[in-house]
């Protein structure tokens, strides 16, 4: 069955640039149903969407977080990605990538999720 | 957007009923029927267990049902057991965006 799975580095030094990729196996990435999104959980806090991204490469983002965010797709990879610029502590979080059902706005398939802390 | 309002915390005993809310406003839970509820284990990803307000995706228990009035969705758990024990969230569309709420603990005493 359909499996996402998040990967890239675990610490990133404020100020820089944290990179994601999201694989997707058993399915295609280029399902005309569904968009793919991230999802990020502070510890020991809730979950906040950061964006979503069609395998046409059409996106759309939480506007409080969109000037600092880029979701990119390969499809040749069957991957997506997210990049977030100028981090500080305050991202330190839990991300997920999910698949995103538009027609429903609900994310029906996550992966197990990255923890990705920022620090010096 | 702001964040969805959730009670912190909610708790029954076995066997009994419980409702969580999840309260936004006309731009969102008011506006849309894209009420979406997941619920999260320790340490595990988030599980979709209710989406367009109140339909339940395959494999997920019936004893979970959701519905909505105005701007307050809500998710009612019936025949707690103690693998509910976990946090619930509420999620909606606004506007060509999602918004969570701020989730619930579900403790089963």
């Known amino acids: 069955q359909l499996q996402l799975q998040e990967s890239g580095p675990g610490l990133v030094k404020p100020s820089e640039t944290l990179s994601l990729t999201c694989t997707v196996s058993g399915g295609s990435i280029s399902s005309s149903s569904y968009y793919w999104g991230w999802i990020r959980q502070p510890p020991g806090k809730g979950l906040e969407w950061i964006g979503s991204?069609?395998?046409?490469?059409?996106?759309y983002y939480n506007p409080s977080l969109k000037s600092r965010v880029t979701i990119s797709v390969d499809t040749s990879k069957n991957q997506f990605s997210l990049k977030l610029s100028s981090v500080t502590a305050a991202d330190t979080a839990v991300y997920y990538c999910?698949?995103?059902?538009?027609?429903?706005?609900?994310?029906?398939?996550w992966g197990q999720g990255t923890m990705v802390t920022v620090s010096s | 957007q702001s964040a969805l309002t959730q009670p912190a915390s909610v708790s029954g005993s076995p066997g009994q009923s419980i409702t969580i809310s999840c309260t936004g406003t006309?731009?969102?839970?008011?506006?849309?029927?894209?009420v979406s509820w997941y619920q999260q284990h320790p340490g595990k990803a988030p599980k979709l267990m209710i989406y367009?307000?109140?339909n339940r995706p395959s494999g997920v228990s019936n004893r979970f049902s959701g519905s909505k009035s105005g701007n307050t969705a809500s998710l009612t758990i019936s025949g707690l057991q103690a693998e509910d024990e976990a946090d619930y969230y509420c999620s909606s569309y606004t506007s060509s965006s999602s918004v969570f709420g701020t989730g619930t603990k579900v403790t089963v005493l």
């Open positions: 367009d307000v109140s």
């Open positions: 999910a698949r995103h059902f538009l027609r429903y706005d609900a994310f029906d398939i």
């Open positions: 006309s731009s969102d839970v008011g506006g849309y029927n894209y």
């Open positions: 991204i069609y395998y046409s490469g059409s996106t």
